[in-house]
């Protein structure tokens, strides 16, 4: 890993002729990225659209997962590339659903159903749970940096709310008492556990 000072000044370098791949092939993941590397003036191109390969997430951490994602990219592609990878931990149960938090809705993206395996499995346990995310910059050369952000909260159920996705219906951050299914996104937003791996990569590199 090199210092940060220099991480940035590679960043910003690139930056300035070659878009940043977002090594993802889900469009609202890439459609989120976007927007919080807009302000930047940092162009993107995703995964897809270069006809990347998407690998399986077979990493043991979310670090591994986002890592693994971002290095593929960067090797293919010969740009520097950023990839994330997320989840809801729920320390209780060992800290599943975790790094398989998209699996555990299965092929047909069932979050109701994922939702209530979480319930049950819970039963009278601890609720406390937090959702994280990592944000892996990948360089062609190998260099590497990894930004976690988590957000703390608690589960309630039954679910509320119809904004956001995933498990945002069961999820209320500490200090609030909607869940982020009903929360305004713009708020969401601001203390999500995407947005503070975000703000840590923005500080170290942009
Ligand atoms: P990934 O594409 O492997 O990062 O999958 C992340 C999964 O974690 C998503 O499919 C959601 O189930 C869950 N998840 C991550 N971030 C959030 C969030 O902000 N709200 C609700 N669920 C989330």
Not at 10 to 32: D, F, I, T, Y
Not at 55 to 74: H, I, M, S
Request: net charge negative.
């Amino acid at each position: 890993m090199t210092a940060l000072t220099s991480l940035s000044f590679k960043l910003r370098e690139r930056m300035r002729e070659k878009p940043l791949v977002v090594a993802s092939h889900n469009p609202g993941k890439l459609a989120e990225i976007e927007e919080l590397l807009a302000p930047f003036g940092i162009a993107t191109a995703g995964a897809a659209a270069l006809g990347l390969a998407e690998p399986e997430e077979t990493g043991a951490t979310f670090e591994d997962n986002a890592a693994l994602k971002a290095r593929l990219a960067a090797a293919e592609s010969g740009l520097v590339a950023l990839a994330d990878d997320s989840g809801l931990v729920v320390p209780a149960l060992s800290g599943a659903p975790g790094i398989y938090s998209a699996r555990w809705a299965g092929p047909a993206k069932d979050f109701r159903a994922a939702m209530a395996r979480v319930e049950t499995e819970l039963g009278e346990g601890d609720r406390r749970a937090y959702f994280v995310a990592v944000l892996a910059l990948a360089w062609p050369d190998g260099d590497e940096a990894l930004y976690r952000g988590e957000a703390h909260g608690h589960l309630e159920f039954p679910p509320r709310g119809a904004r956001g996705f995933g498990y945002d219906p069961i999820f209320v951050p500490d200090g609030y008492r909607e869940t982020f299914g009903e929360m305004d996104p713009v708020l969401k937003h601001r203390i999500s556990h995407r947005a503070r791996a975000f703000e840590k990569l923005r500080a170290a590199c942009l």
